[in-house]
């Protein structure tokens, strides 16, 4: 316990004798993770919107002619309802069709009002229990009497994927980079420490003082500058975040039908993320400088 409470004493004691070298280090890592939360939020946003979007289209509808009967619609659907993949298939009246827009439009659905007749047509909508027969009960559809038109957004699924795969491989490739750079900050702050204390650590090495005992404080320091910058980057991601879901919240949810990620949600993963994170990259800064200046 005496050499940890000592450890700890002189991980603080450095730290404010280079106090200027610390708060860059600080400055730097900070910013760091603020570019990083930018991609985090980015990626998990966009993610749960592709999950959210692949599930609305997880259905085909077919538009049913005007002189299409109730009995033909009927038929359609049990026959519909017999085909492998298909979990439902159910009638959607024009009306209903209406209403959905509506409730998709929140507060502008007053502006379906100025429109004198409903120009949404009748159809019947396939539920999806197999996504890769999809093609073939699209196919199949076809095939009915008295329908306009078979819609099913396969290829706008398939371009999201791929779209947001793309963003989470870039994502990932710019913070392993942003990593990279923060370590190599701290490893230089806490090399500068080590070229002021040489002398001194050659005296504790000269009267028998272990190498983890040289070590400890450095790390501490390390640790430190990591843990003072994943408590500013947390607090001002959910102050920012915060203030662009309250402006922006609502009118992406009207517009995408889908809502951002809540904000404390969100920073209570960051919160663990970026702790986690600031002390990984302080011990490894502080790692690498002892490796080549202590000879660890």
Not at 48 to 58: C, F, P, R, V, W
Not at 158 to 181: C, P
Request: charged letters at 20%; hydrophobic letters at 50%.
């Amino acid at each position: 316990m005496k050499s940890f409470g000592y450890t700890l004493k002189q991980s603080f004691v450095q730290f404010g004798r280079n106090l200027n070298m610390s708060l860059i280090s600080i400055f730097a890592i900070t910013c760091m993770m603020l570019i990083l939360s930018l991609f985090f939020i980015l990626v998990i946003n966009v993610s749960t919107a592709a999950e959210t979007i692949k599930g609305d289209y997880d259905s085909i509808e077919i538009f049913l002619d005007d002189k299409t009967t109730p009995e033909q619609a009927d038929d359609m659907i049990t026959d519909l309802k017999a085909q492998d993949g298909v979990d439902d298939a159910y009638y959607k009246s024009k009306e209903q069709a209406m209403a959905e827009f509506r409730d998709r439009w929140g507060e502008n659905g007053y502006l379906l009002d100025s429109l004198e007749d409903n120009p949404l047509p009748n159809s019947v909508v396939i539920v999806i229990g197999d996504l890769e027969k999809a093609d073939a009960l699209a196919a199949h559809a076809e095939k009915f009497d008295g329908i306009e038109d078979v819609k099913y957004y396969k290829s706008t699924v398939d371009k999201l994927l791929e779209a947001t795969r793309f963003v989470q491989i870039g994502a990932l490739v710019i913070m392993i980079f942003l990593i990279i750079i923060s370590i190599v900050v701290v490893s230089n702050t806490i090399k500068l420490t080590v070229f002021n204390r040489a002398e001194e650590i050659s005296i504790m090495k000269y009267v028998g003082a272990t190498n983890w005992f040289i070590r400890g404080p450095f790390l501490g320091e390390g640790i430190i500058i990591g843990i003072i910058s994943a408590a500013i980057s947390v607090g001002l991601t959910y102050f920012v975040y915060g203030k662009l879901v309250d402006m922006l919240g609502e009118q992406v949810y009207q517009m995408l039908s889908m809502p951002m990620v809540p904000v404390n949600f969100l920073i209570v993963n960051f919160a663990w993320i970026f702790l986690a994170l600031g002390v990984s990259i302080g011990s490894c800064g502080s790692i690498i400088s002892m490796r080549r200046f202590l000879d660890a």
